[in-house]
């Protein structure tokens, strides 16, 4: 079983920087994509940033690029979510997701594990 642990989450003014941790553990972890999605109260949950393991390539919801990055630490097994320029509509609880095969990586239900998500509270 593989499990995902998020991390990083917290309150912080509009303007500000976070960045989310999202670490693999569990059975040997090989993984095509790993994708970060987000949820706000009364709200869909909502694609933000996907990564090809193997190459890096990144891909991004039009409403963060080029606030947000995504980026991979293989030896790690860790994939993270650097977020600048926050604005309080990035305020929602945000998960890291998985998957071991190709996924459209905009859609949550192509997904096979899920962290269990961290609180971003951004404030104006």
């Known amino acids: 079983q593989v499990q995902l642990v998020e991390s990083g989450g917290g309150l912080v003014q509009a303007g500000g920087s976070l960045r989310l941790s999202c670490a693999a553990s569990?059975?040997?972890?090989?993984?095509?994509?790993m994708g970060w999605f987000r949820q706000a109260p009364g709200k869909e949950r909502d694609f933000v940033a996907a990564?090809?393991?193997?190459?890096?390539?990144?891909y991004y919801a039009d409403s963060v690029k080029g606030r947000f990055t995504i980026s991979r630490d293989s030896a790690k097994n860790t994939v993270y979510l650097q977020m600048n320029s926050l604005k309080p509509e990035d305020t929602a609880v945000y998960y890291c997701?998985?998957?071991?095969?190709?996924?459209?990586?905009?859609?949550?239900?192509?997904?096979?594990?899920w962290g269990q998500g961290t609180q971003v509270t951004v404030s104006s």
């Open positions: 997701a998985g998957s071991r095969y190709a996924v459209a990586y905009h859609n949550d239900d192509d997904y096979e594990y």
């Open positions: 569990g059975r040997t972890f090989s993984s095509y994509a």
């Open positions: 990564i090809r393991w193997s190459n890096g390539n990144a």
